[in-house]
């Protein structure tokens, strides 16, 4: 394998005509010119260049290599501009895959103070809930993966991914207007035992039947539902009610529905993931700090 250090070194000494004159543009000194040129004749083994008179001249392996030396040279060049570039964040992209709700609420406003800074950064949104894009990251199908955990389901990433604390998520009764409990601060997980409840994400609904059940009741789950709008039509048209993060109500409500603070409930963690590795990319170490910092921001104003 060539190295490439000396292919701009013998581009140099082509453009220039002696090892002298290439010192002096490189900032080398001539013998070091010298050595890697004797270096670069021995990785290719043949030579490069014939003294003839007080000059030098090409032989047909250096003029083959001289039709290929400057756009290797420039290649290298560009390359290393666009390395600089991602490295400065004057360009770059991220992919970050979170689950609907904060695809909704954190992402727009982490790439919108990410992006004021650094306008050239490029950010591709995909969306899946947990754990399905903790396994896309591990994959190596996105760079930053969003997901939530509730108490005693925290996520076990394994040693090669790291976590950025995001928000804790409360969790709200979602009531139709005209419900009995509709107009309380708050209220208990037991004064809705006998209601009957739409389900959401597998997830979501662990937790439910689990809190339920500490409650001292077994819910009756008249709908399942992923879509988190299809919730709250449903829980309008009065087929039942939900439990529902606040992250959701903060950007979406149906006009029918109220949320209502359940008492006693812990609260879902958001956490931003990356893979160890990935954090030394200015790319992803600037969203994982911006992702946190925006959920200290919506902690505040809530």
């Avoid at 756009?71 to 992919?95: F, M, P, Q, Y």
């Avoid at 939900?242 to 950007?251: D, Q, R």
Wanted: net charge negative; hydrophobic share 40%; charged share 25%.
């Amino acid at each position: 394998m060539v190295d490439p250090r000396y292919i701009g070194v013998f581009h140099t000494v082509v453009r220039t005509g002696s090892y002298t004159a290439a010192a002096r543009s490189l900032g080398y000194s001539q013998p070091a010119v010298s050595q890697q040129m004797r270096a670069l004749e021995r990785s290719l083994g043949t030579a490069l260049f014939l003294r003839v008179g007080g000059g030098l001249e090409l032989t047909e392996a250096g003029r083959i290599l001289a039709t290929h030396a400057e756009s290797v040279v420039d290649d290298l060049t560009a390359a290393e501009n666009k390395i600089s570039a991602v490295r400065e964040l004057r360009s770059g992209s991220i992919r970050v895959c979170a689950f609907p709700s904060a695809s909704a609420t954190l992402v727009p406003r982490a790439v919108a103070r990410a992006t004021e800074e650094h306008p050239e950064l490029r950010v591709r949104l995909s969306e899946a809930e947990p754990p399905d894009s903790l396994e896309a990251l591990r994959r190596g199908e996105c760079d930053i993966a969003l997901a939530f955990s509730y108490p005693d389901t925290e996520e076990l990433p394994g040693e090669e991914v790291t976590g950025t604390d995001v928000l804790d998520d409360p969790l709200v009764a979602v009531l139709p207007g005209e419900h009995e409990l509709a107009g309380r601060d708050s209220v208990g997980l037991g004064e809705l035992a006998g209601q009957r409840w739409i389900a959401g994400c597998p997830r979501c609904r662990e937790y439910f039947t689990r809190a339920c059940s500490e409650a001292g009741f077994e819910p009756e789950i008249a709908f399942t539902t992923d879509d988190n709008l299809a919730v709250q039509g449903l829980v309008a048209a009065g087929v039942g009610i939900a439990l529902m993060p606040a992250l959701v109500l903060s950007f979406l409500r149906h006009p029918n529905v109220v949320g209502v603070r359940v008492a006693g409930l812990e609260q879902r963690r958001v956490t931003a993931y990356a893979l160890r590795e990935q954090r030394r990319i200015p790319a992803t170490a600037l969203m994982l700090d911006t992702f946190g910092r925006v959920g200290a921001q919506m902690r505040a104003e809530d």
